[in-house]
């Protein structure tokens, strides 16, 4: 069975400094993983996905992730955390154990400190 | 291109109504899941169709069903509705395949209150 654990329900950075959020996942299968955002009243939107290609993965905004099996982890980084960034983010596991199937994280709400 | 489109936004309903919410997916893509948000139980996945047919479905009551469509809009149906339905549906839809590598573009959610 997949499942995804998002260590933290909540990080707070100020501006500037790095941004490190985490994530483990367990999965039967090769897994596909995502990181997703969402702003306040606004909809998900993709960072960045791993689809064993290249381990290290760079999406938009300066976020990127490095997906580690040994580990089986998948933790968001940003060098440099901008007011913008402040939202809720989703790790999400999809493999097709028992079919299409995607499970999100619990979320981890970013603040950002200015 | 237009993205995905959820109707209505916003629903009030009262225990035992029935709800139908309905789902556009951006043109050409024929994967379309559901999701329920919960402050409690965070996004939780309830089904997933592909060319008009169920393909998985999440860990809820038979009280949730959904459908496709020849044209892939979807939509979800929620009968006997309990106070616990409150919450935000989105709806996302994938492609090219609906495979687990793709990337899901999501609604912006129909809000449903159950009084």
């Known amino acids: 069975a997949q499942s995804v654990t998002q260590l933290d329900s909540h990080v707070s950075v100020s501006e500037g400094t790095p941004v490190l959020l985490r994530c483990n996942y367990s999965s039967s299968y090769s897994p596909s993983l995502f990181w997703y955002v969402q702003h306040p009243n606004k909809g998900l939107q993709l960072l960045l996905k791993?689809?064993?290609?290249?381990?290290l993965v760079k999406g938009i905004n300066g976020f990127e992730a490095e997906f580690k099996k040994s580990e089986t982890s998948f933790h968001l980084t940003k060098p440099s955390a901008h007011m913008s960034d402040a939202a809720e983010y989703f790790c999400?596991?999809?493999?097709?154990?028992?079919?299409?199937?995607?499970?999100f994280g619990a979320g981890t709400r970013l603040f950002v400190k200015a | 291109k237009a993205g995905v489109t959820q109707t209505p936004r916003y629903l009030i309903k009262t225990r035992g109504q029935q709800v139908t919410l309905s789902c556009s997916p951006i043109s050409g893509h024929r994967s379309v899941s559901w999701y329920q948000q919960t402050p409690g139980q965070g996004l939780q996945f309830l089904f997933e169709?592909?060319?008009?047919?169920?393909?998985n479905k999440g860990n809820f009551p038979g009280r949730f069903s959904g459908r496709q469509f020849s044209n892939s809009r979807s939509e979800m149906n929620v009968s006997t509705l309990e106070l616990g339905d409150s919450a935000l549906y989105l709806c996302?839809?994938?492609?090219?395949?609906?495979?687990?590598?793709?990337?899901?573009?999501f609604g912006p959610g129909t809000r449903l209150t159950v009084l």
């Open positions: 996302a839809s994938s492609f090219p395949h609906g495979q687990i590598t793709d990337t899901q573009y």
């Open positions: 999400v596991v999809s493999d097709q154990g028992g079919g299409f199937k995607t499970i």
């Open positions: 791993y689809t064993s290609a290249a381990t």
């Open positions: 169709y592909f060319s008009e047919t169920q393909r």
